[in-house]
């Protein structure tokens, strides 16, 4: 009873450390041996190359964003010299009929 109260003891004491360390520093709490080694790198190089990617895909989106809001100015100012020439056109045809 007194050997398992020990290990018990020890058990929760390494837990306890794992989760301060982990806290304190944050880190994963992982045991530090060469095939957890070579998973954290793997999963370092997969998140860099989808940050990579979704930077690229913002980039693109902001450049397609960009043209259209372009296309929608210049249609707006076309617009407005199209409505200028109508209103014109409106108020010379009101005078020539005599209705002002």
Known sequence: FAVETVYLREVFEIKRLLTERCRAKNRLPVFPTRMTLQIMKNKLAGATKGHSLLKKKSD??????????????????????????????????RFAAGDF
Do not use: D, H, Y
């Open 60 to 93: 693109a989106l902001s450049i397609r964003f960009r043209a259209i809001l372009g296309k929608i100015l210049e249609a707006k100012e076309s617009m407005g010299g199209q409505m200028k020439t109508a209103q014109f056109s409106m108020v010379e045809a």
